[in-house]
């Protein structure tokens, strides 16, 4: 199955190509550019220079969050257009589920994906590798530094930091008494291969969906939506 990714949710901006767990082609760009500006020229310049069209994909997948808001929007707008326009399905992949993907080597270990949620929090997701296999502990979620110290002490296993809150995390915890490691530099940011990948494993299990059915997830709602609500609150409406 050959499916096109796409990555908004953090800072970096990437999309990829596989077909079946290889990968055909891939882009990355962390130059601080909106990704308005940047995620269509990279998907048609990737696919071009590897002499690839949409036509020719089985899918279109997307991290659909948790994440920067604006990000992920700009991220699933795409993913809806470019699957709507080609009549093809979409996976809504989890973020946190794909950069986890990347340290699925690492047998016996408790992966812990971080994005910095601000407020002391973070976007989190616990996985562990059993036999190769990467094995979800937990659902996504917006987690408290401090309650995630706490759920971690005592745990025996290995522990390694992943994602684009991962530093914040892993000195966090450090600082917290619970050893962490944090992922290498150069597998530490979530990236659209693993979001590929996921996707791949979405299909078999037959979990993809149709470009109007495709929706972002925000686990919280937007400082704006918070502000508001707390406004109509104090004044009584």
Same mark, same amino acid.
């Given at each position: *199955?050959? $499916?096109?990714? &796409?990555?908004?949710?953090?800072?970096?901006? #990437?999309?990829?190509?596989?077909? /079946?767990?290889?990968? &055909?082609?891939?882009?990355? +760009?962390?130059?601080?550019?909106?990704? #308005?500006?940047?995620? *269509?020229?990279?998907?048609?310049? *990737?696919?071009?220079?590897?002499?690839?069209?949409?036509?020719?994909?089985?899918?279109?997948?997307?991290?659909?969050?948790? @994440?920067?808001?604006?990000? $992920?929007? !700009?991220?699933?707008?795409?993913?809806?257009?470019?699957?709507?326009?080609?009549?093809?399905?979409?996976?809504?992949?989890?973020?946190?589920?794909?950069?986890?993907?990347?340290?699925?080597?690492?047998?016996?270990?408790? !992966?812990?994906?971080? *994005?910095?949620?601000?407020? #002391?929090? $973070?976007?989190?997701?616990?996985?562990?590798?059993?036999?190769?296999?990467? !094995?979800?502990?937990?659902?996504?979620?917006?987690?408290?530094?401090?309650?995630?110290?706490?759920? &971690?002490?005592? /745990?025996?296993?290995?522990? $390694?930091?992943?994602? /684009?809150?991962?530093?914040?995390? +892993?000195?966090?915890?450090?600082?917290? @008494?619970?050893?962490?490691?944090?992922?290498?530099?150069?597998?530490?940011?979530?990236?659209?291969?693993?979001?590929?990948?996921?996707?791949?494993?979405?299909?078999?299990?037959?979990?993809?969906?149709?470009? +109007?059915?495709?929706?972002?997830?925000? &686990?919280?709602?937007?400082?704006?939506?918070?502000?508001?609500?707390?406004?109509?609150?104090? #004044?009584?409406?």
């Amino acid at each position: *199955m050959k $499916i096109l990714a &796409l990555e908004t949710s953090a800072r970096a901006c #990437s999309a990829a190509v596989t077909q /079946d767990g290889q990968i &055909l082609a891939a882009c990355c +760009q962390n130059s601080g550019l909106t990704h #308005s500006r940047t995620l *269509m020229p990279m998907v048609e310049s *990737m696919l071009k220079n590897a002499d690839l069209t949409l036509d020719g994909m089985d899918a279109v997948a997307v991290a659909a969050g948790p @994440g920067s808001f604006t990000g $992920i929007r !700009i991220g699933v707008a795409a993913a809806k257009g470019l699957a709507f326009a080609a009549g093809l399905p979409c996976a809504a992949v989890s973020t946190l589920e794909a950069m986890a993907l990347g340290l699925s080597h690492l047998e016996g270990h408790l !992966i812990v994906c971080a *994005m910095d949620a601000r407020r #002391s929090q $973070i976007y989190n997701a616990l996985f562990e590798v059993r036999g190769g296999t990467l !094995i979800r502990l937990c659902p996504d979620r917006a987690a408290a530094l401090a309650h995630l110290a706490e759920e &971690l002490r005592g /745990d025996p296993r290995p522990k $390694i930091a992943v994602g /684009d809150g991962g530093a914040l995390c +892993q000195a966090a915890l450090s600082e917290l @008494g619970v050893a962490c490691a944090l992922a290498p530099a150069r597998l530490l940011h979530q990236n659209a291969i693993g979001v590929a990948l996921a996707a791949e494993a979405m299909a078999a299990a037959g979990q993809l969906v149709t470009a +109007q059915e495709l929706l972002p997830v925000y &686990l919280r709602p937007a400082q704006a939506e918070r502000l508001r609500d707390r406004q109509k609150k104090e #004044s009584g409406t």
